[in-house]
């Protein structure tokens, strides 16, 4: 299984942007895609999770209110809209496929993406 992302980039604060993720495939113990984000020197942190079905999303306090996440069930992909960025949100994001019932937990995703990296200056 490989997960391509894309979409980072370097924005001001206050700004928006949308980070894309696709899956070669889904595998059958998979419940769907996250978003994680690691900044230098911090542990990865969970940021949201979607279901294959897209009906049951779920957020870190940090973001909720400002990011979406949504994902399409025939392209094995999900997809963030992250608004009203601020500089704390500066880091690399991850997406990885969720395998495992506690969403917060890293363990809980059997595969990662490359990682794309989201700038925000203030």
């Known amino acids: 299984v490989q997960l391509q992302a894309s979409g980072g980039g370097m924005v001001r604060a206050g700004d928006s942007l949308k980070l894309s993720c696709a899956a070669s495939?889904?595998?059958?113990?998979?419940?769907?895609l996250g978003w994680f984000r690691q900044v230098p020197g911090k542990e990865r942190e969970f940021v949201a999770t979607v279901r294959w079905s897209g009906d049951d999303t779920r957020y870190a306090d940090s973001v909720r209110g400002r990011f979406a996440i949504s994902a399409d069930n025939a392209k094995n992909a999900v997809y963030l809209q992250m608004n009203n960025l601020k500089p704390e949100d500066t880091a690399v994001y991850y997406c990885?496929?969720?395998?495992?019932?506690?969403?917060?937990?890293?363990?809980?995703?059997?595969?990662w993406g490359q990682g794309t990296l989201v700038t925000v200056s203030s």
């Open positions: 990885a496929m969720r395998r495992g019932f506690n969403y917060v937990l890293e363990r809980s995703y059997g595969y």
């Open positions: 495939m889904r595998t059958s113990n998979s419940y769907g």
